[in-house]
């Protein structure tokens, strides 16, 4: 297995590394403003929102011919790509507009009431039930993820990467505070907002668990930057801002003691243990001095985290009866319509007709497992869609043997949210989602820049002249040239 290494850097890659390229700016601001816009809002599933998120993703796609004309280096086959990163996205939304050609619910009127009816569908293409309401959901998802592909062609510097996630950390710290607040004051919603029906909220995220979730990706992400902070310059760990992002794994990881018992929480604590480990490991292997200090404080929280991991497991090993009505409904459903499902957002307006008769007058948005739900919505070849894409990535990861610290720390993290995805739906959540995106492609990307110079990240073509008799000329400003 290769091992992290260092770059010579010349003049070209000096300048690449420590300035933003016109595309790269670009990418850089739409990708951190949704990034704000979507973890800073009650409500991200509102129209205002997606419309947002819409028009950011779609015009986001003129910054690939941007990339393409003021790059200085050769990109082989830049559509190309872009497409075969869609695809799933593609396969999708044709399989989301062609299941909406008929419609199996119609209004019946009894009595002067007005009431749903659900027939059996005409065809494998009249399931979407909510076409109507979530089209522009949808495609603002869609659109959202292409943004997200854009990681894997623009980006050609670890600077890029590493302010990226230094940038969404310190967004996320305040975020931590604040929501510290809002616990602590024990307030009945979230300061200027109009709340949800939900009580275990955590800053402006509605449902606790979905905050674990997100904190589980982002303390792997902390704790990746922290790494990249050690290693930047070979300074000592104390004199780097290294220990900043530990803090905020500590923090991240501290907020399952401020929610309520989940299967969240659980995994949450796990992570906290994990990184504990991984953190007195990585300071014992660099003989850091700081070690002798902070390690017995590292070893007990990694305990203590433990300890609530354990009390929280035996919370949830006992009977849920709501829980295992709703997944026997999502099942249900997805036994009727197999191949498609019915359509994103399909349970709210369809649990009605499948729930058990206790849980009737009672709303739920939801099934608690990501993996039925996806089925409900997407149906079994929309989840195989899903799954073959995350394989064939991961699959190429190691087949081009770019196995790195950073990468292989990210993805970890990304696994415990798979997993957690069949107890829970993680997914549901537009941050979520949104940043398990951002954090693979992320992933993905710094493996490739960490083996391959600048200029042969995007190119099989190979380099014909030596560094030191290259003159190839690369615009830093309209203003000024510079040669190598």
Known sequence: ??????????????????????????????????????TWNLDNRSIWTSCFVLIMGTSSLINIKIHE??????????????????????????????????????????DGFSYLELKKPENIFSTNVTFKDNWILFLSTVSLFTLSTQLL???????????????????????FLIGAIF?????????FSSGTELTNYFFYFPYDGDWAAFAIIWIYASYAVSIIECKKDDREFTKTNAPFYLALCTALASTTLLIEQSVSSLFLSFAFVHICFLTYRYLKKQKEPVLKLIGPYILALGIGSAVKGCHSFTQIITHNPVTENLKKSGLEM????????????????????????????????????????????????????????????YVQYHKNKQNNTISDTLFFGLFLIILLSFFDNPFYFIPVAFSFWIIAFLAIRWAQLIYNQADEVDTS??????????????????KKDVFK
């Open 1 to 38: 297995m290769k091992t992290d290494r260092k770059l010579i850097l010349n003049i070209r890659d000096i300048a690449l590394r420590d300035n933003f390229t016109a595309s790269e700016k670009l990418n850089f601001i739409a990708l951190f403003v949704l990034f704000i816009t979507l």
């Open 69 to 110: 004309t003021v790059h200085p280096f050769i990109i082989d086959r830049l559509w190309t790509k872009l497409l075969c990163y869609n695809l799933p996205a593609i396969f999708l939304l044709v399989i989301y507009f062609l299941s909406a050609l008929g419609n199996c619910m119609e209004s019946i009127s009894i």
């Open 153 to 175: 062609l623009i980006p050609k510097s670890f600077y890029f990467l590493h302010k990226f996630l230094s940038w969404c950390c310190t967004s996320i710290s305040f975020m």
């Open 183 to 191: 616990k602590a004051t024990d307030l009945a919603k979230p300061l």
């Open 334 to 393: 997805i036994a009727d319509s197999p191949l498609f499902g019915w359509g994103i957002n399909s349970f709210q307006k369809l649990s009605p007709f499948y729930n058990d008769a206790s849980l009737l007058n009672q709303y739920y948005e939801t099934i608690p497992s990501s993996i039925i739900n996806l089925l409900c919505e997407f149906g079994i070849i929309g989840m195989v869609i899903i799954c073959l894409y995350l394989i064939i990535l």
């Open 461 to 478: 073509k190979n380099i014909v002249a030596s560094d030191h008799i290259r003159n190839v000329p690369f615009v830093t400003n309209p």
